[in-house]
């Protein structure tokens, strides 16, 4: 497919929001409440809940939400699962993640595999760093809104060398990949009194200067106030900021294909009628290109799966082992009569 430009034009995405702060912030009630005011009407809420179904305290409370129970290991892969589950189940319009620092420092997370990795330095770090990073982008491209709870903690830094080193303080930060907390359009750290924490600039250093407590487009943040709970209100504004641009429903139909046949399937039967007849005549290139995109997944589940094979295993080239490195496993795609039409009209 070649290359096209265009002239730069904002376009409806969906929006990523990350609440963070420590035990009893409020984090899950403040983004049940987001999520009431998010979402459109006839659209569903979805939450994958790792914290031993707490989720559950907030049922019939906030608002209505189907749930997901996220048991350990947590790896990237399973958290792929758990968001896929939804994705294909189609109807959802915003997942809450609750929590996603597990994927970092929970049993199985990225931490845990480094650490139990035969490998030392940095290679230790490139599976799991690869296999985080292949999720992240998952969730970047996901037709969905999605609020990611994170957890926080007290950052700390060596200061000086030999008998003059000391350990110091660098302010609260999310538990979660450094970089990841960057990829938020909209991200807000919440204290004590479930509120959003703003930082005075008279005030000494609480949180790490490279990561801001409170972040957002300026139109989201007129809603987001200090003294002020995160509500359905704040909800509405994210909503309102996200719709306020022209809708491209080519791009939108691309971008599900682009996640395979099954994400396709649950992007569709969440459309309206006059959605899908906009859509059907370009359903053959939304075939081809779901076709290329669970090729892909295929080959890259197929690598992860001999990587880890390799990883338990003693090195081939170390040693008198005498072991060979196995053949790389073939995934395949059974064929379907139609991926779309024939098992999305089902759904209308």
């Not at 912030?25 to 049940?32: C, F, I, R």
């Not at 199985?108 to 296999?131: F, N």
């Not at 589940?301 to 001999?306: G, I, K, L, P």
Request: charged share 25%.
């Amino acid at each position: 497919m070649a290359f096209q430009i265009k002239p730069a034009q904002r376009t409806q995405q969906p929006i990523l929001i990350s609440l963070w702060g420590g035990s009893f912030t409020g984090k899950t009630y403040s983004a049940l409440r987001i999520a009431r005011g998010l979402v459109e009407p006839g659209k569903k809420v979805g939450m994958i809940d790792t914290e031993n179904r707490r989720g559950l305290h907030y049922a019939g409370k906030v608002c209505d939400f189907d749930h997901l129970q996220f048991d350990p290991p947590f790896t990237p892969e399973r958290y792929i699962e758990a968001y896929r589950a939804f994705e294909h189940a189609g109807g959802y319009g915003c997942i809450i993640i609750d929590s996603a620092s597990h994927v970092w420092e929970g049993e199985g997370g990225v931490l845990d595999q480094a650490d139990s990795s035969r490998y030392v330095g940095i290679k230790k770090w490139q599976s799991p760093k690869t296999s985080f990073k292949r999720m992240l982008n998952i969730f970047l491209r996901s037709p969905m809104h999605i609020i990611f709870l994170l957890r926080s903690k007290m950052g700390v830094a060596q200061e000086g060398r030999g008998k003059e080193a000391k350990i110091v303080s660098t302010g609260l930060e999310p538990i979660f990949e450094k970089n990841g907390i960057f990829e938020m359009t909209v991200s807000v750290l919440l204290g004590m009194d479930h509120k959003p924490m703003f930082q005075p600039q008279s005030e000494r250093l609480w949180c790490h200067p490279s990561i801001p407590p409170v972040k957002a487009p300026d139109e989201i943040l007129r809603s987001i106030l200090p003294g002020e709970y995160l509500n359905e209100e704040v909800g509405a504004a994210i909503r309102s900021w996200g719709t306020s641009v022209e809708r491209d429903i080519a791009d939108e139909a691309r971008r599900a294909a682009s996640r395979g046949a099954d994400a396709f399937r649950g992007w569709w039967s969440g459309l309206s009628q006059d959605d899908k007849a906009m859509v059907k005549p370009m359903v053959d290139e939304m075939r081809e290109i779901a076709a290329r995109a669970d090729e892909e997944m295929a080959r890259l589940e197929a690598d992860e799966e001999t990587s880890t094979t390799l990883e338990d295993q003693p090195d081939p080239f170390v040693g008198t082992s005498g072991q060979e490195p196995g053949d790389r496993p073939v995934t395949t795609i059974a064929p379907e009569k139609d991926p779309f039409l024939a098992n999305a009209e089902a759904h209308a």
